[in-house]
């Protein structure tokens, strides 16, 4: 007997991932490319051509995928790239044009949504609330909620690793331009302390932190010698812990970064951005330890997928 197979694309603005999963919810196949969407996106705009070919390509392929598992129902999602550029909508067209997926191109809400129901399966038992936060390519949302999963507060910081790392020229680290993206960060998460009314929740709220961001720096405080996502899902680690591993960030230069194994070729040009973009909020946020996160919303969207 078939079983029914489900499928989520997540098309961020640096990688897009897929992932197929059963009728028991039990991944399958799984697979994530760095497309670089958002690449020259401050600069001009839009998503240009060689960006837009990428995109293309990694959605093309991921079809066919799904055609050979069969999979009867999907939800495919792009984010801020695809959000705040100019020729987003006509992107999202030529994906249906050439590949027959439907992308959709969802908003912060939507997206703090999502991060926040496959982030919370990683909350502890002990807290009542959460403050979840998840750095992307092109943004960085942040939501104080209730476990749950009712939203109290949430706000979108239009700087993620990418667009950051471009418009601050942060490929090689810089401490004069890194203190200018974090005084730029930490005015939004001012913000969001008080409009969340932080302080009220803070003694019974967790702060959990998703992305690929916290896991590559959690692998290196554990000394893990590689990435390991899947391994570190879940783990609680402490702040001071992190900000040793973000000096060494600091410390390398890109071609450092492009061969160490916790980063790589792929990530390192916007690395040093992420660190900085991580640390301010962490900072501001005043919480001594943070949970990082592999879950996020492709999580979510399976489980939606399979109960809707």
Not at 56 to 69: N, P, S
Not at 166 to 188: G, H, P
């Amino acid at each position: 007997m078939n079983t029914k197979k489900v499928a989520c694309i997540d098309l961020g603005s640096n990688s897009c991932r897929l992932r197929i999963a059963d009728e028991n919810g039990q991944v399958i196949y799984k697979n994530s490319k760095a497309t670089k969407l958002g690449e020259g996106l401050f600069e001009t705009g839009n998503l240009i051509e060689p960006s837009i070919k990428r995109g293309l390509d990694t959605l093309g392929e991921y079809a066919k995928i799904m055609k050979e598992h069969e999979v009867q129902n999907y939800r495919a999602v792009a984010t801020a790239a695809c959000r705040t550029a100019k020729n987003g909508k006509e992107f999202a067209t030529l994906v249906k044009l050439k590949t027959g997926l439907d992308l959709e191109i969802i908003d912060t809400l939507e997206e703090a949504r999502l991060n926040l129901k496959g982030a919370l399966l990683n909350a502890p038992k002990n807290k009542k609330y959460a403050v979840v936060y998840d750095l992307g390519g092109a943004s960085t949302e942040i939501t104080l909620a209730r476990i749950d999963g009712h939203i109290l507060h949430t706000i979108s910081i239009p700087w993620g690793a990418r667009n950051s790392s471009e418009a601050y020229d942060l490929k090689e680290f810089n401490e004069v331009k890194a203190e200018r993206l974090k005084e730029d960060i930490q005015k939004y998460v001012s913000d969001f302390v008080l409009d969340a009314h932080l302080e009220k929740y803070k003694s019974d709220c967790a702060l959990i932190a998703t992305s690929s961001t916290p896991l590559r720096l959690c692998s290196m405080v554990k000394k893990d010698e590689s990435y390991s996502r899947e391994k570190n899902d879940g783990a609680c680690v402490k702040c001071c812990e992190l900000d040793g591993a973000v000096l060494m960030i600091e410390n390398m230069s890109l071609e450092e970064r492009s061969k160490s194994a916790y980063i790589g070729e792929d990530r390192a040009p916007i690395f040093a951005a992420a660190c900085v973009i991580f640390k301010a909020i962490y900072d501001k946020l005043g919480f001594d330890e943070l949970i990082v996160s592999f879950k996020g919303a492709q999580d979510a969207m399976l489980k939606e997928l399979q109960h809707g």
